[in-house]
Nanobody
C-alpha cells in the first residue's frame, strides 16, 4: 500500500492557476499509475486525469488543454498544474494511486474558484 498526502489547494480567481501536489510514501511509487479525481458538493467523484508508470497521460474533456499532470519518481510526487481555472472547477481534489488491485486515496485538498 501507499500513503498519499495532497497539498496546494486554495482560493483562486477565475482565470487563475494552481499547482496541486501529492506526495506518496510506503511503497514503490514508480510502479503506480497515478490519477487525480475531484468531487464537487452534491456530486459524484469524477476522474480528471491519469499518468501511467511510464509517463503516459490521459485527460477528461473538462481538463484537456487546461490541466497538466506530471510525476517525479525520485520525489515520489505527482503534480496537477491547473490553468485558466473556472468556477466549475471548484471541488475537493483527490490523489489516487493504483497498482493491480492495490487502490489508494489521499485525504483531498479543496480548490475554490471564485471572484
Amino acid at each position: 500500500q501507499v500513503q498519499l498526502v495532497e497539498s496546494g489547494g486554495g482560493l483562486v480567481q477565475p482565470g487563475g492557476s494552481l499547482r496541486l501536489s501529492c506526495a506518496a510514501s510506503g511503497s514503490i511509487f514508480s510502479l503506480y499509475t497515478m490519477a487525480w479525481y475531484r468531487q464537487a458538493p452534491g456530486e459524484l467523484r469524477e476522474w480528471v486525469t491519469s499518468i501511467t508508470n511510464s509517463g503516459g497521460t490521459t485527460y477528461s474533456q473538462s481538463a484537456k488543454g487546461r490541466f497538466t499532470i506530471s510525476r517525479d519518481n525520485a520525489k515520489a510526487t505527482v503534480y496537477l498544474q491547473m490553468n485558466n481555472l473556472k468556477p466549475e472547477d471548484t471541488a475537493v481534489y483527490y490523489c489516487n494511486a493504483r497498482y493491480g488491485t492495490d487502490y489508494n486515496w489521499g485525504q483531498g485538498t479543496q480548490v475554490t474558484v471564485s471572484s
